[in-house]
């Protein structure tokens, strides 16, 4: 019998990949808001995976919590995930998942691009996901990781915070409104190389970036999500001492309305 699968978060995401796991032939160990950690992790002690599917508000909390013997297994896939994140509560090699597809309530999950799998259980993700049809690859080094982690940072980044400028989809965006689009993807890159501390393939991000606009034009721009985004933006901005103006103009905009 194949190991279980540990999901943190029954919520849209863990649920695709809970029905994932289910029909890989594994049994789904779900964990609620009320579950106690510990003791499910002396139950289950060598589950194949741990996928911590909280949102992005949770994430660092959930983290700071995982069970000794879990220590090894969690798989993370928030979006503005970096090294930096996982680094920072002593995981040395999580699975992540660059997810690039959507699932709203009600609705069948929408893939916008094939989602890249990276590390130790990226195989048993990837078989979930093949079960339900949704697409992805596996990356052969963590190297290929970073670039998938930044380009997905720079598609949200970028469409949230120009999205709150002018709205609309990112079609639309990338055809009406692309100088304001380079011009935050500019912003967005600077910030992203202080987060990594590396230099990074700016051409080659935004190639990736206009490919996803290309994948699914009629995406929109901004949801609640994105005032938060731009304000996690500049405050990162003001860590590093970056000018950042274009980002500093539309958060005055946005907290002028």
Not at 2 to 10: H, L, R, T
Not at 78 to 88: F, G, I, K, M
Request: aromatic letters at 6%.
């Amino acid at each position: 019998m194949k190991q279980a699968a540990v999901v943190i978060g029954m919520g849209e995401m863990g649920g695709v990949f809970a029905r994932g796991f289910l029909r890989d032939g594994r049994a789904v160990v779900p964990v609620l808001r009320n579950s106690d950690l510990t003791q499910l992790a002396a139950e289950f002690a060598e589950p194949a995976v741990v996928l911590v599917a909280v949102g992005e508000a949770q994430l660092h909390d959930v983290l700071a919590e995982i069970p000794a013997p879990w220590r090894g297994r969690p798989a993370l896939l928030q979006n503005e995930l970096l090294a930096r994140d996982w680094e920072r509560h002593g995981l040395d090699t999580p699975t992540l998942a660059v997810v690039w597809f959507e699932k709203k309530p009600g609705r069948d999950a929408k893939v916008i691009l094939p989602t890249p799998l990276y590390g130790p259980a990226a195989g048993v993700l990837a078989a979930a996901l093949e079960a339900l049809g949704i697409p992805c690859r596996l990356l052969e080094d963590a190297s290929q990781l970073d670039f998938e982690l930044v380009r997905k940072n720079l598609y949200i980044l970028v469409s949230n915070i120009a999205g709150l400028e002018v709205g609309g989809d990112v079609g639309g965006l990338w055809a009406a409104h692309r100088d304001l689009a380079l011009t935050v993807a500019d912003e967005v890159l600077a910030i992203q190389e202080w987060l990594t501390g590396t230099p990074l393939a700016r051409d080659a991000l935004i190639d990736g970036m206009v490919e996803a606009f290309r994948a699914d034009p009629a995406h929109r721009c901004t949801g609640r999500s994105a005032p938060g985004r731009l304000a996690r933006a500049l405050a990162h901005a003001d860590q590093a001492g970056l000018d950042v103006p274009r980002l500093r103009a539309i958060g005055a905009r946005s907290a002028g309305t």
